[in-house]
């Protein structure tokens, strides 16, 4: 087993025949050992695993993922807010526009109405006052007309009386002359 | 002297056990060695990396905290993939699993580190875990119901009792397979870091020539050991994946 030992050059296939009746890992005086270590070792291994660490990497695995869907489920509940909010926004935005719009066209034909009722006023005022102008007008007239007479014949009697002198025609007669004279 | 030189090259040296603590019961062997004290150094690296740095409960994690995170991730995919919502009752034990093999393997890659999954008697083991669970759950749950498992289902009669050794040949293959691909590979991987390793050093004795000759196989030590970081992760992922289908026939027996 150990004649090759002495040799300083001992190549790495001479170290294999050297342990050739010993390869380590059939060694069956070791399994004993190893097999015992290895079930302590690995029992406490995976004891610690099952007990400690899985639960506790997967508690932290689902405290992300709670999380992450948690904030996603409170975004899209803002977002719907949101839209909520645009929407009435804008159905406000349209009534009101609707609204300013019906304000407008009543104020207009309001004012409208207004003034065609105060142009209708005025114009009725008028023509009243037109007519009632005309009247007096004509009836000036009339009574200018009818004064002529009387004015001439008083006319015609005071110039006959300077004319002449003396007394005064009748009046009847110097009337009389007159409407001769007008005809 | 000459005993320690044989030993810097030794490729098979790494594999020794060595006792730490002899511990004798019974007459059996039960010595604390160098394979016990790594395998508790694995446990306690696994078991502070996870504690510590989820100690915070950050709601945003820390780096340290997001490698935690993503590797139960991981572990809960892979088995959710497999083995479906029922398997994730499985899931400490095969995060256990995940995180003692790839911790194991990655310890395994400082230099003068024990390579705990090296041992046959290790990763054999654990495929007994592996498949003692699923053989036990498979019956608990399903009773008879459970040997379903050997007779697909739509196979002719007159062809069943072919098929059904062979799915027990197969079933009862499935712990050597499963425990000598991850043996065979951490083993491998180390024989082959340390010859080439072990060329670099004996060229350089060899004066100049030996020196510029040793670059070759310094560049293969480097790209080797990048090869076996892969190595370490992959076996580790493998030994869950299959853990994870055996786990979804002891759920689903009939296929």
Same mark, same amino acid.
């Given at each position: 087993?150990?004649?090759?030992?002495?040799?300083?050059?001992?190549?790495?296939?001479?170290?294999?025949?050297?342990?050739?009746?010993?390869?380590?890992?059939?060694?069956?005086?070791?399994?004993?050992?190893?097999?015992?270590?290895?079930?302590?070792?690995?029992?406490?291994?995976?004891?610690?695993?099952?007990?400690?660490?899985?639960? =506790?990497?997967?508690?932290?695995?689902?405290? =992300?993922?709670?999380?992450?869907?948690?904030?996603?489920? !409170?975004?899209?509940?803002?977002?719907? !807010?949101?839209?909520?909010?645009?929407?009435?926004?804008?159905?406000?935005?349209? !009534?009101?526009?609707?609204?300013?719009?019906?304000?407008?066209?009543?104020?207009?034909?309001?004012?409208?109405?207004?003034?065609?009722?105060?142009?209708?006023?005025?114009?009725?005022? %008028?023509?009243?006052?037109?007519?009632?102008?005309?009247?007096?007008?004509?009836?000036?007239?009339?009574?200018?007309?009818?004064?002529?007479?009387?004015?001439?014949?008083?006319?015609?009697?005071? %110039?006959?009386?300077?004319?002449?002198?003396?007394?005064?025609?009748?009046?009847?007669?110097?009337?009389?002359?007159?409407?001769?004279? %007008?005809? | 002297? +000459?005993?320690?030189?044989?030993?810097?090259?030794? *490729?098979?040296?790494?594999?020794?056990?060595?006792?730490?603590? $002899?511990?004798?019961?019974?007459?059996?062997?039960?010595?604390?060695?160098?394979?016990?004290? #790594?395998?508790?150094?694995?446990?306690?690296?696994?078991?502070?990396?996870?504690?510590?740095? &989820?100690?915070?409960?950050?709601?945003? $994690?820390?780096?340290?905290?997001?490698?935690? /995170?993503?590797?139960?991730? #991981?572990?809960? +995919?892979?088995?959710?993939?497999?083995?479906?919502?029922?398997?994730?009752?499985?899931? *400490?034990?095969?995060?256990?699993?995940?995180?003692?093999?790839?911790?194991?393997?990655?310890?395994?890659?400082?230099?003068?580190?024990?390579?705990? &999954?090296?041992?046959?008697?290790?990763?054999?083991?654990?495929?007994?875990?592996?498949?003692?669970?699923? &053989?036990?759950?498979?019956?608990?749950?399903?009773?008879?119901?459970?040997?379903?498992?050997?007779?697909?289902?739509?196979? $002719?009669?007159?062809?069943?009792?072919?098929?059904?050794?062979?799915?027990?040949?197969?079933?009862?293959?499935?712990?050597?397979?499963?425990?000598?691909?991850?043996?065979?590979?951490?083993?491998?991987?180390?024989?082959?870091?340390?010859?080439?390793?072990?060329?670099?050093?004996?060229? &350089?004795?060899?004066?100049?020539?030996?020196?510029?000759?040793?670059?070759? *196989?310094?560049?293969?030590?480097?790209?080797?050991?990048?090869? /076996?970081?892969?190595?370490?992760?992959?076996?580790?992922?493998?030994?869950?994946?299959?853990?994870?289908?055996?786990?979804?026939?002891?759920?689903? *027996?009939?296929?």
């Amino acid at each position: 087993m150990s004649n090759t030992q002495g040799n300083l050059n001992t190549t790495a296939e001479v170290g294999i025949v050297e342990d050739s009746g010993s390869f380590p890992p059939f060694d069956s005086t070791t399994y004993p050992s190893q097999l015992l270590w290895l079930v302590l070792s690995f029992g406490v291994f995976y004891w610690v695993m099952s007990k400690v660490v899985l639960p =506790r990497i997967g508690g932290i695995l689902e405290d =992300r993922r709670d999380r992450i869907a948690g904030d996603m489920a !409170e975004a899209s509940r803002l977002k719907q !807010e949101t839209d909520e909010a645009i929407a009435s926004y804008e159905s406000a935005l349209a !009534e009101a526009r609707k609204k300013a719009t019906t304000m407008a066209h009543d104020a207009r034909s309001k004012v409208k109405a207004e003034t065609e009722s105060a142009r209708a006023a005025a114009e009725e005022q %008028l023509a009243a006052k037109l007519s009632e102008s005309e009247q007096s007008i004509s009836k000036i007239t009339a009574e200018s007309l009818s004064h002529v007479g009387e004015i001439a014949a008083e006319t015609a009697g005071e %110039l006959v009386k300077a004319l002449i002198g003396g007394r005064a025609p009748a009046k009847a007669e110097v009337a009389k002359a007159v409407d001769a004279a %007008l005809k | 002297m +000459a005993g320690n030189s044989g030993n810097a090259i030794d *490729p098979i040296h790494q594999f020794h056990i060595s006792k730490i603590f $002899p511990v004798e019961i019974g007459g059996v062997d039960f010595s604390f060695t160098n394979a016990s004290l #790594f395998m508790v150094v694995t446990v306690a690296v696994a078991t502070l990396f996870l504690v510590l740095s &989820t100690n915070r409960r950050g709601l945003v $994690p820390s780096r340290a905290q997001l490698m935690a /995170e993503m590797s139960y991730e #991981f572990v809960a +995919a892979t088995l959710r993939g497999s083995a479906g919502n029922d398997g994730m009752r499985f899931f *400490p034990l095969v995060f256990s699993l995940f995180m003692f093999v790839f911790v194991a393997n990655m310890l395994g890659m400082f230099p003068y580190f024990f390579t705990v &999954t090296s041992q046959i008697i290790v990763t054999f083991a654990l495929a007994i875990l592996v498949i003692g669970t699923v &053989t036990i759950y498979g019956f608990f749950k399903h009773g008879a119901g459970f040997l379903k498992l050997f007779v697909p289902s739509g196979v $002719p009669v007159g062809v069943i009792p072919l098929v059904s050794t062979i799915e027990v040949i197969s079933f009862l293959s499935r712990p050597v397979s499963l425990s000598v691909r991850l043996f065979a590979n951490m083993l491998a991987g180390h024989i082959t870091l340390k010859v080439f390793a072990g060329f670099v050093v004996m060229l &350089t004795g060899f004066g100049a020539v030996g020196i510029a000759s040793a670059i070759l *196989p310094l560049i293969l030590t480097v790209a080797i050991t990048a090869l /076996e970081f892969l190595v370490a992760f992959l076996q580790a992922y493998v030994f869950t994946v299959l853990t994870c289908m055996y786990l979804a026939d002891a759920l689903h *027996p009939s296929h």
